[in-house]
Nanobody
Framework: EVQLVESGGGLVQAGGSLRLSCVAS????????IVWFRQAPGKEREGVSC????????YYADSVEGRFTLSRDNAKNTVYLQMNSLKPEDTAVYYC?????????????????????WGQGTQVTVSS
């Protein structure tokens, strides 16, 4: 059974940090690009960051550049999203998703390419 399970969300004050994890199972993790999205109430889903399969290249939305860091540990089938200097506008449900089609993860992050597998999401709430 294919699964993506996010964890690490919670309530934090503005300026604080959280580390989200996305643990994958049921597929060959190394062959998949991972993308993080977020969706706040009443807003469209936004691509936050992605990490390409094999190369490990990372990309970020302008809104999180310099504050968020994405990494992957293929031995643990896990991707980590380190979020620092959090702002109230970062409040959202964060989802990880995986797909194997494109090496360049910006196809998913910025061009709307479809991803095969999705997690259930983890809530991040940043208080002011």
């Amino acid at each position: 059974e294919v699964q993506l399970v996010e964890s690490g969300g919670g309530l934090v004050q503005a300026g604080g940090s959280l580390r989200l994890s996305c643990v994958a199972s049921g597929f060959t993790f190394d062959d998949y690009t991972i993308v993080w999205f977020r969706q706040a109430p009443g807003k469209e889903r936004e691509g936050v960051s992605c990490i390409s399969k094999h190369t490990g290249s990372t990309y970020y939305a302008d809104s999180v550049e310099g504050r968020f860091t994405l990494s992957r540990d293929n031995a643990k089938n896990t991707v980590y999203l380190q979020m620092n200097s959090l702002k109230p506008e970062d409040t959202a449900v964060y989802y990880c998703a995986a797909d194997s089609t494109y090496y360049d993860c910006t196809y998913y992050l910025r061009r709307g390419a479809t991803l095969t597998y999705w997690g259930q999401g983890t809530q991040v709430t940043v208080s002011s």
